[in-house]
């Protein structure tokens, strides 16, 4: 079957799927501009729902009429060139923060990183140093564990905010989920907030161990070139970025696409790198590093889309 002999029917059930939802929705949507490496072909429809009530709508109507439907929070993850079939939701509007009692502080998962920060810091709540200059969002970083050498997720995590694949809100604690390094085992569903706990600190305290950790990644991460955070995960007591370095890699290009001169574990987008120039240099760095290390690199980051 070609193309638009299977497109046609496909649309009519996406409208369909998604007319009781009230946010903003958007057809053939290029994904570049919502990722930070700044690459990636169109969703069939691009959700922003308004919030989680909306949220709830459009995983019911995405399951009912059995409809690919997946979050994108953009920063750790590379889109394929011909993008992705179904629905892809962001959770940008879901964006409320609030302080609860003893140092609790509930986010929901359209929040940045950054700003949760600022929050904290502006009620001397600490914590969350160790995500300083990380850019992705509250939902991304609990669902992937996010962390840094300073901490991680898992260890401020008290419980998450959780919608089920069939459209049921629960709270999940933290205590009954297994966190593993870059990984959170969290039923299928999408994470829609998180409640974390905090402690009371002083302010300056705070303030110079966000910049002195802000300092260090900038001196050795290229931030001002489209990138999607470190590429591999690192192996078991050694350096992604080292293993790369090593072996040579620091500069080497595919089309647009380049192993960070920085800093090995980053693959930047020198301006109009293609996602499989991207995934033929990370490749090309797994062979090479094999050949040299004995050592298979993992991905961090999340593939996703059609070639
Ligand atoms: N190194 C090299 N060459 C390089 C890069 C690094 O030899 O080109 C060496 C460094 O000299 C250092 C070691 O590798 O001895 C570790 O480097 P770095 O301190 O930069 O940390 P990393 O392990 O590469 C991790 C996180 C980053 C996080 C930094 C800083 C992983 C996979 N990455 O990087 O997280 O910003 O620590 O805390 O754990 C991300 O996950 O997207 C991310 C950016």
Redesign the pocket.
């Known amino acids: 079957m070609v193309a638009s002999q299977r497109r046609v029917p496909f649309l009519s059930v996406l409208r369909r799927a998604l007319l009781q939802v009230e946010g903003e929705i958007r057809w053939h949507e290029p994904l570049a501009p919502h990722t930070s490496l700044q690459i990636g072909g169109p969703a069939d429809v691009f959700v922003i729902p308004s919030d989680v009530e909306d949220v709830i709508r459009v995983v019911q109507g995405a399951r009912m009429s059995r409809i690919p439907l997946m979050v994108l929070g953009g920063?750790?993850v590379v889109i394929r060139d011909k993008g992705i079939r179904g629905i892809v939701m962001q959770l940008k509007q879901l964006t409320e923060i609030r302080e609860e009692p003893n140092q609790l502080v509930y986010s929901q998962a359209g929040v940045r990183l950054p700003r949760l920060m600022q929050f904290a810091l502006g009620r001397k709540l600490s914590g969350m140093e160790?995500a300083a200059?990380?850019p992705g969002t509250v939902g991304g970083g609990v669902a992937m564990n996010?962390?840094?050498?300073?901490g991680e997720m898992q260890d401020i995590l008290q419980a998450i905010d959780f919608v089920t694949l069939h459209g049921i809100r629960k709270r999940i604690e933290a205590s009954t989920v297994s966190f593993l390094?870059?990984k959170t085992m969290l039923p299928k569903g999408i994470v829609v907030g998180a409640w974390m706990q905090l402690t009371s600190a002083a302010k300056d305290t705070i303030q110079s161990a966000t910049k002195q950790?802000l300092q260090?990644?900038k001196s050795?991460?290229p931030l001002t070139l489209p990138n999607?955070?470190?590429v591999?995960?690192?192996p078991s007591g050694d350096?992604?970025?080292?293993l790369?370095?090593?072996t040579g890699l620091?500069g080497l290009r595919v089309g647009d696409a380049e192993v960070?001169t920085?800093?090995?574990?980053?693959i930047v987008n020198r301006g109009a790198a293609t996602a499989d120039q991207v995934l033929r240099l990370v490749r090309k760095v797994q062979d090479s590093v094999a050949i040299k290390f004995g050592v298979a690199l993992q991905l961090?980051w999340k593939v996703v889309g059609e070639r």
Do not use: C, P
């Open positions: 920063t750790n160790w200059g990380v996010a962390g840094t050498r300073l390094y870059r950790y260090y990644r050795t991460q999607a955070g470190s591999f995960k690192n350096s992604a970025g080292r790369i370095e090593v620091k960070s920085k800093h090995a574990n980053f961090e």
